[in-house]
Structures are given as C-alpha cells and as structure tokens.
C-alpha cells in the first residue's frame, strides 16, 4: 500500500504514567502526529539524564482501529511515530537491536513468527495505517 493510500489517524491519547507528585497525569488528546510527539518531547524535557518517564498512548485510526502501547520517554526516545516505527521493524525481523546478538534476534522472530495472527496483526498495521 502505497503512504497515500494508507489510512491516517483520527485522533492520539497520551497519559503520562509515571512522575513527581507535582506531575499531569491527566489525558491528552491530539489530532497530529506532530502535536503527539511534541507533548512528548515537553515530557522528555521532564526527565533526568539517568531516568525515563512512562507514558501511555492510543493511536485511535480513521477507520476506528486502535492502537495502544507505552513508551519509555528520555532524551533519546521522545517520539511516539518513531516508536511505533521501531517497534514494528523489530518485530517484524527488519532492524536488530545493538544489544542482541544475530542468535538470539533469530530466536526471537522463529518465536514471534510462531503465533501467527499476532505476526499478520503488525504486518496489516505497518502496511495499512500511515505512522507518523
């Protein structure tokens, strides 16, 4: 599917998870991809150099399908669209991550490739819906 043809998102929740007392914990709701992630990159700017801030997110599509996952927000993870992104190229066997070794990223994409609906799942999100 070609990006002008995949479908676009209708609106984006982003809930703070985790944080000082002081902290808004309250839900965000944007329409852009663009607003999503500068409201995380405002939480970014929250957070040590040591630490992460959890976030929770729902990417709700134009066709009502929804997705929803948290995101360890710091200095160098501070976009839901990356996120997502990423997330769906190492589940689906196109990037292997610094840390795991050719061995054990193989194992993980025999495992995940073994539950086959969930592997169909993200081949359909990152082939029908426009991230980002």
């Not at 669209?81 to 194992?107: C, M, N, T, V, W």
Request: contains cysteine; glycine residues 6%; hydrophobic residues 40%.
């Amino acid at each position: 599917m070609t990006v002008d043809r995949m479908i676009g998102i209708d609106n984006i929740e982003i809930t703070r998870a985790e944080g000082r007392n002081d902290t808004d914990y309250s839900v965000k709701t944007c329409s852009t991809w663009k607003e999503a992630n500068a409201i995380i990159e405002g939480i970014a700017k929250t957070v040590n150099d040591i630490g992460a801030a959890k976030v929770d997110f729902q990417v709700t599509f134009d066709d009502g399908y929804a997705w929803a996952g948290t995101i360890c927000v710091n200095a160098e993870n501070k976009s839901i669209s990356d996120h997502i992104r990423g997330f769906l190229a190492f589940e689906l066997g196109l990037a292997k991550p610094a840390h795991l070794s050719e061995a054990q990223y193989s194992e993980f994409l025999v495992r995940r490739q073994s539950i086959p609906a969930a592997f169909e799942e993200l081949q359909r999100v990152a082939t029908t819906y426009r991230i980002g």
